[in-house]
């Protein structure tokens, strides 16, 4: 117990099988709901070893003992209790943060919001989430751009890297309270794709680069820099 306690004081991410559980999603035109897990007949799982293929890292928090806001923009990281979350902070150079409720009674336009949350995309900059309460799906693309889905709950940070594409929704319980977590000036703005030249934009080409590529051409890559 005493070596648990002091794991959760350091940023050392969790053993494998502290992960959150990810599988491949049937195709989209087979989707009735997105807030249903719709895996794939029959079940594809996805192991942590592939999660951190494509670039995710994740971390276990403790989301009981510490208390959030149920909104607040901004919230200051250096006002984190939660010597875990301390340590990232400092760790990763986390500056800004927020804290948000996805749920019908705390978000006007409930319906609207996750929608569009749910909208492919990508960011010039990583996405970090730590969810305080809740439970919802981040789906990601591997590289042959079949969708994988994550299932966070409370208590999962996790990151997803620059560049990557993504989309986010709620799950059936239509809760999630969630810590949104930034280096410098925060900017939330998603590059959107299909609607915008996504393929060829710094962020995606450096992803495709540190992920999609085999190792010996991204050693190519990198020398060419």
Known sequence: ???????????????????????????????????????????????????????????????????????AIPWDPNEAADPRLMALRDDRGYSYADVLTIHPDFLPG??????????????????IRYIIGGSGFFDVRDPDDAWVRIHVKKGDLMT???????????????????????????????INRFTTDTDNHPSRKKYVCMYCMPKELQDEAKEEK
């Not at 794939?40 to 959030?68: F, S």
């Open 110 to 127: 409930f319906d609207t919001h996750v929608k569009n949350f749910f909208t492919e995309h990508i960011h010039d900059a990583e996405e």
């Open 1 to 71: 117990m005493d070596k648990e306690i002091a794991l959760m004081q350091t940023t050392c991410q969790v053993v494998d099988e502290g992960w959150p559980e990810a599988w491949y999603m049937c195709d989209d035109k087979d989707i009735e709901s997105q807030k249903k897990e719709n895996r794939t007949t029959p079940n594809r799982p996805v192991d942590v070893k592939g999660m951190r293929a494509l670039g995710l890292l994740y971390w276990k928090m403790d989301a009981e003992t510490y208390k959030y806001p149920i909104k």
């Open 160 to 190: 997803l890297p620059e560049g990557i594409y993504h989309r986010f929704t709620c799950d059936e319980t239509n809760s999630i309270h969630a810590m949104r977590l930034f280096i410098g000036v925060p900017c939330w703005t998603p």
